[in-house]
């Protein structure tokens, strides 16, 4: 069985940089697999906000930045706002072929 | 500007079944992959269906191989899924998204909920 493991949770004090984490588990990687990350805030649609192989969308803050180790992705958030309080999704796509999700995970501003 | 939108959600018994479209407009439809999401209340996403520019290829999830099928209309700019046999834990939002391959899912609908209860 695939699966993408996140935290649960994180959290930080306003002005510090958080890190999620991302670990693909039985992931077919014949072909390379890549991974983007969304963000959601309550009753929101998810957004778009980075991958592993391209810059962020022009309306994206530059606070956020991915990178990719192994079988690791991680996405960080630098200095810390109070509007980045949301979930936070992984999500590994293998080339011309499937999607698959991380469980997400929840992040508090303290 | 990219829009997306979700219609045809709602209420369906066990068993029953539901087809959901997806407008799409402010971008070449037919050059895109699409997918649909879900989201079940309070719970993470998943990932459900994808289908390629010209409908000529599709890929879905275990959890819903055999009861949904995903097509599009590149005439009509529509994404729609197909949904039999439902479950009551199909339960959940559902999501279309413009699918840009390795580089993610980059635009999304503002979803539409499918409630499966007797």
């Known amino acids: 069985q695939s699966a993408l493991t996140q935290p649960a949770s994180v959290s930080g004090s306003p002005g510090q940089s958080i890190t999620i984490s991302c670990t693909a588990t039985n992931i077919d990687v014949g072909g390379y697999h890549y991974v983007s990350w969304y963000q959601q805030h309550p009753g929101k649609a998810p957004k778009f906000l980075i991958s592993?192989?391209?810059d962020r969308p022009s309306e994206i803050s530059n606070r956020f930045s991915a990178s990719k180790s192994g079988n690791t992705a991680s996405l960080t958030i630098s200095g810390l706002q109070a509007e980045d309080e949301a979930d936070y999704y992984c999500?590994?796509?293998?080339?011309?072929?499937?999607?698959?999700f991380g469980g997400g995970t929840k992040v508090t501003v303290l | 500007e990219v829009q997306l939108m979700e219609s045809g959600g709602g209420l369906v018994q066990p068993g029953g079944s539901l087809r959901l479209s997806c407008a799409a407009s402010?971008?070449?439809?037919?050059?895109?992959?699409m997918s649909w999401v879900r989201q079940t209340p309070g719970k993470g996403l998943e990932w459900v269906a994808r289908i390629k520019q010209d409908g000529s290829e599709n890929f879905s999830a275990d959890s819903v191989k055999g009861r949904f099928t995903i097509s599009r209309d590149n005439v009509q700019n529509s994404l729609y899924l197909q949904m039999n046999s439902l479950r009551v834990d199909d339960t959940a939002v559902y999501y279309c998204?413009?699918?840009?391959?390795?580089?993610?899912?980059?635009?999304w609908g503002q979803g539409v909920l499918v409630t499966v209860s007797s």
């Open positions: 998204a413009r699918d840009f391959g390795r580089l993610g899912l980059d635009y």
């Open positions: 402010g971008f070449s439809f037919s050059s895109y992959w």
């Open positions: 592993d192989v391209s």
């Open positions: 999500s590994s796509y293998i080339t011309g072929s499937t999607r698959l």
